[in-house]
T-cell receptor, first 114, second 110 residues
Framework: NAGVTQTPKFQVLKTGQSMTLQCAQDMNHEYMSWYRQDPGMGLRLIHYSVGAGITDQGEVPNGYNVSRSTTEDFPLRLLSAAPSQTSVYFC?????????????FGDGTRLSIL | SQQGEEDPQALSIQEGENATMNCSYKTSINNLQWYRQNSGRGLVHLILIRSNEREKHSGRLRVTLDTSKKSSSLLITASRAADTASYFCATDEGYSTLTFGKGTMLLVSP
């Protein structure tokens, strides 16, 4: 099994551009989430989904959009990139519709906004 | 906002020594999880301890949970250079989200 796959691994954007970070899991997990990791800040939750068709906001949702049309995929969209969104983005999944089991993480997307 | 706070922020030890990291949190939890992150990689789950458990072991790892003090500790015994990584605690408060701390950076020197 591939686990959680994130693409791209690296990306450089200009301010104002939009893009989609892809996240796919092949474990039939119900729960998926997106975090950003900044130096000294740990991981902060952006959006999460407890199952296909259901999404909700986390701690830092502004400037980001998500959808969950299938169990496997949970893309994260940056609507109009800003330098403050320069970060490392991680996607995670777990089997049930709640984070009460171990989370499986992807290897991250390193995003720079110029 | 951050629920779990790890202490110390950084820890440097020699191979063979034990490493202890602590996590404090603010509100009631369903469970607490510990993760490891190697440089440039995603987080890897180490151990989950539920609120009704006090201690859990997995190989060289020992986790304790004191709900009265709202704290947990992660002990790595007989550390190896390969244990060099950042370690995070994460709390599940029952609101469909996990809240991570800022992490402890562990450096194990040969």
């Amino acid at each position: 099994n591939a686990g959680v796959t994130q693409t791209p691994k690296f990306q450089v954007l200009k301010t104002g551009q939009s893009m989609t970070l892809q996240c796919a899991q092949d474990m039939n997990h119900e729960y998926m989430s997106w975090y950003r990791q900044d130096p000294g800040m740990g991981l902060r939750l952006i959006h999460y989904s407890v199952g296909a068709g259901i999404t909700d906001q986390g701690e830092v949702p502004n400037g980001y959009n998500v959808s969950r049309s299938t169990t496997e995929d949970f893309p994260l969209r940056l609507l109009s990139a800003a330098p403050s969104q320069t970060s490392v983005y991680f996607c995670a999944s777990s089997p049930t519709g709640a984070p009460n089991q171990p989370q499986h993480f992807g290897d991250g997307t390193r995003l720079s906004i110029l | 906002s951050q629920q779990g706070e790890e202490d110390p922020q950084a820890l440097s030890i020699q191979e063979g020594e034990n490493a202890t990291m602590n996590c404090s949190y603010k509100t009631s939890i369903n469970n607490l999880q510990w993760y490891r992150q190697n440089s440039g990689r995603g987080l890897v789950h180490l151990i989950l301890i539920r609120s009704n458990e006090r201690e859990k072991h997995s190989g060289r790892l020992r986790v304790t949970l004191d709900t009265s003090k709202k704290s947990s500790s992660l002990l790595i015994t007989a550390s190896r250079a390969a244990d060099t990584a950042s370690y995070f605690c994460a709390t599940d408060e029952g609101y469909s989200t996990l809240t991570f701390g800022k992490g402890t950076m562990l450096l194990v020197s040969p």
